[in-house]
């Protein structure tokens, strides 16, 4: 258990500079067993799931070498079908190496995979994509074993555009035999990195981005180098920081259209944010105006991820803010720790109402999922006295030294081991 100690009240300012994101990295470490060869990933910072999925990789074969955020990992020793389940419990994203095993070995043995407790999270889409390709999936009690000849391109319908199904099915579809046109696919701009990594490898996939990809199966992928693009959520995470401590922060690195929604939100609510070469400056004098209404949707509307950390803004602006999570049933778990904190905020269903204070006051608060930790820093930056965020490791999950970077921008922070 970590104790993160934070005395509020200073300004942030200063540079920081964005890593990989998680949220590529994840299906990408899982893309890489579709190659024969090698594969080197650069941007690819020791987040704990990054870690996890590297423990999967080596579990079923891979030779992995891993220095200075760039990770070489080479899948000619893959043999095992068969994935471990502590690992897979660990881990939501463990579900991305479905695909491109069976792509590869045409057999996979799973556990339910794990993760974040945000809510339901069923795969029943991940499934129904890989059983168009022709995939005979049977599920047992706490099992789901799956196998095929070679896969079948075909139409892939998604009730919902599931992120990971669509990564999911692009991944084996992109070694099937024939096309493959994914309807009502998610568009998020991770997608767009794992298509541009698979035709790296010598892949024929199009559309990523928009709601309709076709993806022509190759014969073969081979290993090559790539990087993987910023994190938007960190991203996110410090324009956000910036506008709750009247700051003045430049993301380095930060790719401005992947925000563009979470940027106008800032504006409206009174900050700057102006577009550099390298990244994005943004800039806060007042206090924040509450923002109307804020309701989280598959890209490009607003991130579910970026929802708890708006929630902590919320609770210090001018106003009242009515916020609507529509995608992850769970998010909320974070109000009652704000709560504690004196922030006012009513929850119905999947509605908070947040009516912004003056000021938070420090506490000892829990996180109970990974974005909902990073909120609770905020927050304690932004509140009178000392706040102490207990955490059992679901910030490193998608952070990468996060407490170190906000320290480096003016926050007092200090982390203590229990
Ligand atoms: C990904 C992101 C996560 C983000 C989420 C939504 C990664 C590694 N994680 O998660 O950070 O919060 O997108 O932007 O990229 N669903 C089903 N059946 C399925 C799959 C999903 O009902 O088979 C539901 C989920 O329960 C959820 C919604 O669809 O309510 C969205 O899930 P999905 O888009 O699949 O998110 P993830 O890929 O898990």
Do not use: W
Not at 201 to 226: D, N, P
Not at 243 to 269: M, S, W, Y
Not at 372 to 387: F, H, M, S
């Amino acid at each position: 258990m970590k104790k993160i100690v934070i005395c509020g009240g200073n300004s942030l300012s200063g540079e920081v500079e964005i890593h990989g994101a998680k949220n590529s990295l994840l299906p990408i470490l899982a893309a890489v067993v579709l190659a024969s060869g090698e594969c080197k990933i650069s941007n690819c910072p020791p987040l704990s799931d990054v870690l996890t999925m590297l423990d999967l990789l080596r579990d079923i074969g891979c030779k992995i070498e891993y220095a200075d955020q760039t990770v070489r990992i080479d899948t000619r020793s893959i043999h095992n079908y068969s994935m471990n389940d502590g690992l897979m419990h660990k881990l939501r994203s463990s579900i991305f190496i479905l695909g491109p095993l069976l792509a590869r070995m045409g057999k996979a043995e799973l556990g339910y995979p794990g993760g974040c407790d945000i809510g339901i999270r069923p795969i029943d889409l991940h499934l129904k994509g890989l059983r168009d390709l022709g995939v005979t999936v049977t599920e047992t009690e706490g099992h789901v074993l799956c196998s095929c000849s070679r896969l079948q391109g075909s139409e892939v319908y998604l009730d919902y555009p599931s992120v990971g199904a669509t990564e999911n099915v692009m991944m084996a579809a992109s070694l099937a035999q024939g096309a493959t046109v994914i309807c009502n696919a998610a568009k998020e701009p991770e997608i767009v990195d794992l298509q541009n990594f698979i035709n790296k490898m010598g892949g024929r996939i199009s559309g990523a981005g928009t709601g309709r990809i076709v993806i022509h199966g190759v014969e073969r992928l081979e290993g090559c180098e790539y990087s993987a693009m910023p994190d938007r959520i960190v991203t996110g995470t410090f324009m956000i920081a910036s506008a709750l401590t009247k700051g003045e922060i430049f993301i380095k690195n930060a790719q401005r259209e992947c925000v563009n929604v979470l940027a106008g939100k800032l504006r409206d609510g009174g900050c700057e944010i102006l577009d550099e070469d390298k990244g994005i400056v943004v800039r806060c004098h007042d206090r924040f105006k509450a923002s109307n209404i804020i309701e989280t949707m598959p890209y490009p509307g607003f991130p579910t991820d970026l929802q708890s950390p708006m929630m902590t803004l919320q609770t210090v602006a001018k106003g009242t803010c009515i916020l609507i999570e529509n995608v992850f049933e769970n998010r909320f778990r974070l109000t009652g720790e704000l709560k504690k904190m004196g922030a006012d905020i009513t929850v119905k269903d999947r509605m908070a109402v947040i009516r912004g204070v003056e000021k938070l006051k420090g506490a000892t608060v829990n996180t109970h999922d990974l974005r909902g930790g990073a909120a609770l820093v905020l927050a304690g930056l932004a509140a009178d006295g000392i706040t102490v965020v207990k955490d059992d490791g679901l910030i490193d999950r998608g952070y990468f030294e996060l407490e170190k970077q906000l320290k480096a921008l003016g926050g007092e922070i200090v982390v203590l081991e229990e």
